[in-house]
């Protein structure tokens, strides 16, 4: 069973950090690259960032490169989103993801979690 266990989301004024953990078990695949999409009600769920599998390489969507970090510690099976300089914008459901990627979209076939919910208060 493929579990994708998000944590560390919260209430974070804007200004403000916060760092996501992803535990990842039971993917079908090594070749599997973790990520994170987010989700507004209302809106479709769009890819934020991930890391490769393979070669480390990191990915991240234009609106968050210079404020987010990603980071996999292997041993762990765990990959982390540190996310600073948090704006109003950035609030949304945060789900930890797994499967291939094309550009910031996980392609058919991959799984995400339930996520976890960051809210920035201006």
């Known amino acids: 069973e493929v579990q994708l266990q998000a944590s560390g989301g919260g209430l974070v004024q804007a200004g403000g950090s916060l760092r996501l953990s992803c535990e990842a078990s039971?993917?079908?695949?090594?070749?599997?690259?973790i990520g994170w999409l987010r989700q507004v009600p209302g809106k479709e769920r769009e890819g934020v960032s991930w890391?490769?599998?393979?070669?480390?390489?990191?990915h991240y969507a234009d609106s968050v490169k210079g404020r987010f970090t990603i980071a996999s510690d292997n041993a762990k099976s765990t990959v982390y989103l540190q996310m600073n300089s948090l704006k109003p914008e950035d609030t949304a459901v945060y789900h930890c993801?797994?499967?291939?990627?094309?550009?910031?979209?996980?392609?058919?076939?991959?799984?995400w979690g339930q996520g976890t919910l960051v809210t920035v208060s201006s």
């Open positions: 890391i490769g599998t393979s070669d480390g390489s990191t």
């Open positions: 039971g993917l079908p695949s090594d070749d599997y690259s």
């Open positions: 993801a797994a499967g291939f990627w094309e550009g910031l979209h996980l392609r058919v076939g991959g799984y």
